[in-house]
Each structure stands twice: as structure tokens, then as C-alpha cells.
């Protein structure tokens, strides 16, 4: 079967029900995308799939088959995403391993609610820290949010200067 993973075209050989999770990291050497419960609850394991947010390590690859797949890998280009930078900013991780999972969680919220409240957050990034630096994490995102309304304006006004 083909993926699309981060732009790009992947050919793979599994069994139709193997996890997504399983043939990023095992088959294609995706390894930012984390193992973390197997059961779908904590969030480590969170990729997005066609922009939403998904817990990769039960979504059977077939099902991912014609979709847009973006791991952590793909989320930045050249330069870091406004979450990426909020999360330096605000020394979010501690031991890291739920990061990719929760920034791909909150890239997903900021592009659906880009201003988003605390209970937005509550309710939306439901992704399990071991460390607990959720306090953090919602301050990285209200951070995040901000970044990306000042590059939308910066861009705006560009375009208006054309």
C-alpha cells in the first residue's frame, strides 16, 4: 500500500490491521511519533491523519491508506511552528517522551479554535504528561496561539503593502 506521510509518497508491505503507530516506526523509521499506552488513552502516539488528531497506536494502517498523514517529523519546515517555539519558550518538557503527541494535539486545536480558551484546552488536549507540566503546556499554548495571530498580521500587512 502507499501513505502519504509529510508531503511524500511511502510504499509499504504490512498486514492491513498493523497499527499505524508499528509501520512509522518499525517499517519507515519515523521514530518521533512515541509508544505510550497501546490503548489509545494517553496520546504520545498522536499523528494526524486528513488534519485530525489521531492516536496512531490503534488506527489500523489500512484505514490510513489515500489519507495525509503528518507526524512530528513533518509539522515544521525551514524555521520551528508557533508551537514548537512556545514550547521552548515556556521549557515545556521535562522528560519529553509525551511531546511529539502533545504538540501535534495542539497544532490541531490552534488551527481549529485559533484562540482558544482553558476550557477549550481542557477539553481538546486530553494527551497524558507522566511529568505533569500541564500548567506549562497551557501557557505554551496560549503563547503558541499569540505567535500565530502576529504572523497572520505580519503577513496580512505584507500583502496589504504589495
Known amino acids: 500500500m502507499v501513505l502519504k506521510i509529510n508531503g511524500k509518497e511511502h510504499q509499504v508491505t504490512a498486514d492491513p490491521q498493523m497499527p499505524l503507530l508499528w509501520v512509522l516506526r518499525d517499517l519507515l523509521n519515523m521514530t518521533g511519533t512515541k509508544y505510550g499506552c497501546g490503548v489509545a488513552a494517553c496520546g504520545a502516539c498522536t499523528v494526524h491523519v486528513d488534519g485530525q488528531p489521531t492516536r496512531s497506536c490503534l488506527y489500523p494502517v489500512s484505514s490510513a491508506e489515500g489519507k495525509e498523514i503528518v507526524t512530528i517529523e513533518g509539522i515544521a519546515g ?20 509525551c511531546q511529539s503527541g502533545m504538540i501535534l494535539a495542539v497544532e490541531a486545536l490552534l488551527h481549529e479554535n485559533p484562540e482558544p480558551t482553558d476550557e477549550d484546552i481542557d477539553q481538546k488536549i486530553t494527551n497524558i504528561c507522566r511529568c505533569g507540566t500541564y500548567q506549562r503546556a497551557r501557557a505554551a499554548i496560549k503563547t503558541a496561539a499569540k505567535y500565530r495571530m502576529e504572523s497572520l498580521e505580519t503577513t496580512t500587512d505584507q500583502a496589504d503593502q504589495s
Do not use: N, R, T
Not at 525551514?78 to 517522551?97: F, M, N, R, T
Open 78 to 97: 525551514e524555521d520551528l511552528s508557533a508551537v514548537q517555539k512556545a514550547w521552548i519558550d515556556h521549557q515545556v518538557p521535562q522528560c519529553g517522551y
